[in-house]
């Protein structure tokens, strides 16, 4: 047996996933219970805006374990938690430590994200769970009651013809949307739009939809790059001061996760991405645009890391890309002095990749991200991948992640076309599948 992986799902683990969710509901003694189907499933972790969450086992290439989660949330705490709606191990697999990892790395993802807490319920006869769940040092609330509405009653509170008065009439008719950034697809490039007037000022909230929407532009196949966009007017004024002011240490800690999570979810993206920066570009603005591989900038915007000025310093990533990108000298110049720098300045030190008149800068960023519309999207994603480890190890480490990413590609069905097509047709004429 190799050695066992918890690793977040993936599409092609549906399936599997499926039939360990029948094969609990049998141990729970509620089989006829479970109508779970893999379209349900896929659409609810894999659709455009999925709100549920899984990690698997994997065994020899087969998935033996799955933890299937979701987002609550505390209003005394004021954060999320995670709440774990199934964990299984299939019987063969159970001892070998499975269950456990598969909750320990739930538990990691709420210390690296400042969630308050990891709850789950369990069946009152299931005393091997509650031993094992006890010996953690997991806590039975045994104060609260579970209730539900369901079925019958759930139908007759929320029928129409029995509404409270006092609520108002339901919207019907399409999605939920977020409210100050969305995602935008044509032609196979998707535009993350920030809409927050006057000046996108990024707060708790925008820095969320920020998170999810690059993780959908991920995810989605549809889309080939992306282009970041604020409007023609701005693009980011920065994190919302007054939204900070009255924080102490303790809600900063927390918050710090979330003001750095939404910039590596945008430098994430598996994907070609660019800015389009018009106006400001300040702060966390600033570090928003510095989160893509490439920066295209008005002949009039204003950048800079002005936080000194409010005496703290850069915390969504500014003080390692910006170093990273200009070299530790400038950056520093710009982040001690808190200056803002102008289009060419910018230009010169190496900030952005290219200045344009206002008026012409997003679609130059649409005309840079549509060149990789039925592109070798796997080879991209590897080259972005190498790219960007590599940047973080010496130079004997960064060969190795070149060499084992540029021989995996030999694994697709895009190697196999494009080099085929090369020598039959000649360079730049194969059609790429993204398998």
């Known amino acids: ?235 980011a004024a920065g994190a919302d001061v007054k939204e900070m002011a009255d924080m102490g240490y303790p809600e900063m800690f927390r918050h710090g996760h979330l003001l750095q999570d939404f910039t590596r979810a945008v430098a994430a993206i598996g994907k070609p991405t660019v800015s389009a920066i018009t106006g400001f570009a300040l702060g966390g603005g600033l570090e928003l645009a510095l989160a893509t591989d490439l920066r295209f900038c008005a002949d009039d915007a204003k950048l800079g890391q002005p936080e000194i000025l409010l005496g703290i310093i850069p915390g969504a990533g500014g003080t390692q890309r910006l170093a990273r990108l200009i070299g530790p000298s400038k950056a520093k110049d710009l982040i001690y002095t808190g200056r803002f720098v102008g289009a060419d300045e910018a230009l010169a030190l190496g900030l952005v990749d290219e200045v344009l008149p206002a008026a012409e800068v997003h679609d130059r960023a649409v005309a840079w991200a549509s060149q990789f519309v039925g592109g070798p999207s796997i080879a991209l994603r590897t080259a972005k991948d190498v790219v960007d480890r590599g940047l973080e190890v010496d130079l004997q480490t960064g060969l190795e992640i070149e060499r084992a990413g540029f021989s995996a590609l030999f694994a697709t069905q895009d190697q196999s076309d494009g080099m085929r097509s090369f020598v039959e047709n000649g360079p730049g004429k194969a059609t790429f599948t993204g398998r």
């Open 1 to 235: 047996m190799t050695d066992p992986r918890i690793r977040p799902a993936t599409p092609d683990d549906v399936a599997a996933m499926v039939r360990l969710v029948h094969d609990l509901a049998a141990y729970e003694r509620a089989p006829e219970q479970c109508v779970l189907t893999e379209p349900m499933l896929h659409e609810r972790l894999f659709g455009e805006r999925p709100a549920l969450f899984a990690h698997v086992a994997e065994v020899d290439g087969a998935v033996v374990g799955l933890a299937v989660w979701f987002l609550n949330f505390s209003t005394w705490d004021g954060v999320h938690g995670i709440y774990l709606e199934d964990l299984f191990v299939d019987p063969a697999q159970r001892g070998t430590g499975l269950g456990h990892a598969l909750l320990a790395r739930l538990a990691q993802v709420c210390v690296e994200r400042g969630y308050s807490r990891l709850q789950w319920q369990v069946l009152d006869w299931n005393t091997p769970s509650i031993e094992f769940y006890e010996a953690l040092g997991a806590v039975d609330l045994a104060d609260w009651r579970t209730y539900r509405l369901a079925g019958e009653p759930l139908r007759a509170l929320g029928s129409p013809s029995r509404r409270c008065p006092m609520l108002a009439p339901t919207h019907t008719g399409g999605s939920i949307m977020a409210e100050f950034v969305r995602l935008e697809v044509t032609d196979g490039v998707g535009t993350i739009r920030l809409d927050r007037p006057k000046m996108n000022a990024l707060d708790a909230r925008v820095q969320t939809e920020l998170l999810e929407a690059a993780r959908e532009a991920d995810r989605r196949d549809d889309v080939a790059a992306v282009v970041v966009w604020g409007g023609e007017r701005v693009f």
